[in-house]
T-cell receptor, first 114, second 115 residues
Framework: AQKITQTQPGMFVQEKEAVTLDCTYDTSDPSYGLFWYKQPSSGEMIFLIYQGSYDQQNATEGRYSLNFQKARKSANLVISASQLGDSAMYFCAMREGGYSTLTFGKGTMLLVSP | DGGITQSPKYLFRKEGQNVTLSCEQNLNHDAMYWYRQDPGQGLRLIYYSQIVNDFQKGDIAEGYSVSREKKESFPLTVTSAQKNPTAFYLC??????????????FGNGTRLTVT
């Protein structure tokens, strides 16, 4: 079974609108962390936001926020006021307990139109 | 500025040849990783190392080899045994294992094409 599932291969949004990118995860470990990365067409991976399994509040970083629903095992990324520069691939990833590695989902391509 | 340097950005090789991808970091991170990215597949872990002179296989280690002789360096060799080597390869590093909330920091990647 996949540990990280991103069900939206592609998403379209107009500039200045908000968009939600979905991510569900599967783990039996009570300690885990969830990460979102952005990959522009240049290929670099840019870390956006982190949510820990014990964090009581949803993480926020500027225009990025994480809608963390622990019981549903979902960690959706919300981008407010989309900009043209937000067009990129977005990956959700998880680190479980004592492991150092991240497991990635297959990604969602976001296209922002003027 | 601290960061991760992968070289070269593009690499072309003939089938049957081994090729080594370079990865150097000056972030003083203990752990380093190699991921492979194919279209529609996301990132898959090849090898990782949490300390000098030690490394572990990831999910798709067959046909690859690594070494970790220095903390700063984690080169990846794609051997002729790797059946489908053409891909985008990403190197990453992070703080020690105990810092489970620390993100991975990535290099800019090497795009390998084998013909």
């Amino acid at each position: 079974a996949q540990k990280i599932t991103q069900t939206q291969p592609g998403m379209f949004v107009q500039e200045k609108e908000a968009v939600t990118l979905d991510c569900t995860y599967d783990t039996s470990d009570p300690s885990y962390g969830l990460f979102w990365y952005k990959q522009p067409s240049s290929g670099e991976m840019i870390f956006l936001i982190y949510q820990g399994s014990y964090d009581q509040q949803n993480a926020t970083e500027g225009r990025y926020s994480l809608n963390f629903q622990k019981a549903r095992k979902s960690a959706n990324l919300v981008i407010s006021a989309s900009q043209l520069g937000d067009s990129a691939m977005y990956f959700c990833a998880m680190r479980e307990g004592g492991y150092s590695t991240l497991t990635f989902g297959k990604g969602t391509m976001l296209l922002v139109s003027p | 500025d601290g960061g991760i340097t992968q070289s070269p950005k593009y690499l072309f090789r003939k089938e049957g040849q081994n090729v080594t991808l370079s990865c150097e970091q000056n972030l003083n991170h203990d752990a380093m990783y190699w991921y492979r990215q194919d279209p529609g597949q996301g990132l898959r872990l090849i090898y990782y190392s949490q300390i000098v002179n030690d490394f572990q296989k990831g999910d798709i280690a067959e046909g690859y080899s690594v070494s970790r002789e220095k903390k700063e360096s984690f080169p990846l060799t794609v051997t002729s045994a790797q059946k489908n080597p053409t891909a985008f390869y990403l190197c990453a590093s992070s703080l020690a294992k105990s810092s489970y909330n620390s993100p991975l920091h990535f290099g800019n990647g090497t795009r390998l094409t084998v013909t």
